[in-house]
């Protein structure tokens, strides 16, 4: 990665709580496998699969970049961002000539699924997925919905 310190290094994929940072279960990337015992798929749907194992129905919350349905099937809740360019996004969420107004957001809200899209400089557009919260309430301190600020308070256990 071009901005990081150094060119070489590990790679490690860690399920951790966002306020302690306590360790649930890690990963490290070796590459593709070859053939045999130990080969397993590198796509991040089989690894989050993987992670999030050891504490399926705890009713925890997980923090991540999608994978929502799955998420609830095995009992946990979830809060993540999504691309713009992501199919299942109505477009009137990145339109972005409807948004050009900094501090606006849409809500919209499906089967325990909350999309929330919201404006932070003219032109750029946040989208926030969470099955946590049903409500269209706005944090009163901040000004953004409660949905984009629970995922700002837990998004940053661990990456480097």
């Known amino acids: 990665m071009a901005k990081k310190p150094a060119k070489y290094g590990m790679k490690i994929y860690v399920l951790c709580d966002a306020q302690t940072f306590y360790t649930y279960n890690l990963e490290i990337y070796c590459g593709v496998q070859n053939p045999g015992p130990y080969v397993c798929s590198n796509k991040p749907f089989d690894i989050v699969k993987r992670l999030v194992e050891p504490i399926t129905k705890s009713n925890r919350n997980l923090t991540t970049d999608s994978l929502a349905d799955y998420v609830l099937s ?4 979830f809060s993540g961002t999504l691309r713009k360019n992501n199919a299942e996004v109505p477009p009137l969420f990145v339109n972005e000539k409807n948004n050009l107004v900094p501090v606006n957001y849409l ?14 400089k003219k032109k750029k557009i946040v989208l926030v997925l969470s099955t946590v919260h049903d409500t269209d309430t706005v944090d009163e301190d901040t000004g953004k919905p409660v949905q984009i600020v629970d ?8 990456t480097l």
Do not use: A, P, R
């Not at 095995?74 to 809740?77: A, D, R, S, Y």
């Not at 995922?151 to 661990?158: A, I, L, P, Q």
């Open 74 to 77: 095995v009992g946990l809740t």
């Open 107 to 120: 809500f919209e809200c499906q089967d325990h699924k909350t999309l929330v899209s919201l404006v932070t």
């Open 151 to 158: 995922y700002n308070c837990t998004k940053g256990g661990v």
